[in-house]
């Protein structure tokens, strides 16, 4: 049977680049994000491959994300794959001046809207006995670097939830895992600079990023392992790059 994969943040990034990965597959997708001209054109484009419906809400937004996810059309409700992609950076700052909203924002999004998506799907998932829940981490979830203070605790955060996910969902049936990326080119540099096109572009430069498909990839990967087999929990660099703060900026 066909399976059922919902994606938050599916509107760019790693987030997009893995709706076409999935398709490829021919798994069936529920895109989720803010930005409903673009779930729009990927509604489209997509459903040229596979069943293709769309959620419009913002993870901060707990009655929203309920109300959404509860409204699935009967054909989408039994989601097999939960890719929690959502995920921002705001600022990169000492943790002196750091900005409240820039931290409300990272805490909301990529820890509690991260919950609030999961407790919205897993029920369903213990009902039918089987899912897989993929959360995307970060090499900043492993380790920190100067002035990502709040953005690695938030990622730190997804990483401990990785963890209790799995332990406390090991009898029902639910894997749980993690993939966590290194420097990946997307829009993640604009959002942390605020637009800010020259900065962000300098964090790419001198060496070969990551690219949003690389990590897709690795996802699809993930996905279609046997039922078996958990990738538990998966760090991905460049080649370029060492660890958060070694990177060989001449490759
Ligand atoms: C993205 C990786 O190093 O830019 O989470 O924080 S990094």
């Known amino acids: 049977m066909t399976k059922i994969a ?15 990965a999935l398709a490829k597959n021919n798994i069936s997708l529920i895109l989720c994000g803010r930005n409903t001209e673009v779930l729009k ?49 705001h600022g990169l700052d000492p943790i002196q001046d750091g900005n409240l909203e820039d931290w409300d924002s990272m805490i909301d999004i990529n820890v509690k809207g991260l919950l609030y998506v999961s ?27 100067p002035n990502g203070n709040v953005y690695c605790a938030s990622k730190f955060a997804v990483d401990a939830l990785n963890q209790g996910m799995r332990m406390d969902l090991n009898k029902t049936g639910i894997k749980v895992g993690a993939v966590n990326p290194g420097l990946t080119q997307t829009a993640f540099s604009k959002v942390r600079f605020k637009g800010n096109e020259e900065k962000a572009e300098k964090v790419y430069q001198g060496f070969e990023a990551l690219q949003p498909e ?33 990177l060989n900026k001449n490759k």
């Open 41 to 89: 054109e990927l509604e489209i484009e997509l459903s040229k491959q596979v069943a293709v419906t769309t959620l419009n809400f913002d993870v901060r937004d707990k009655t929203e994300v309920f109300k959404k996810i509860e409204g699935l059309p009967e054909t989408f409700k039994n989601i097999d794959v939960l890719v929690n992609n959502a995920g921002n950076a």
């Open 214 to 246: 690389d990590i897709a990839d690795i996802i699809s990967f993930v996905v279609s392992r046997p039922y078996h087999v958990n990738i538990a929990d998966l760090t991905v660099m460049p080649s370029a790059q060492a660890s958060s703060t070694i």
């Open 6 to 20: 919902l994606i938050t943040g599916a509107t760019s990034g790693i987030g997009k680049a893995t709706a076409f």
């Open 119 to 145: 407790k919205a799907i897993i029920p369903g998932m213990i009902e039918r006995k089987s899912g897989h829940i993929i959360n995307i981490g970060s090499t900043a979830g492993k380790e920190v670097y």
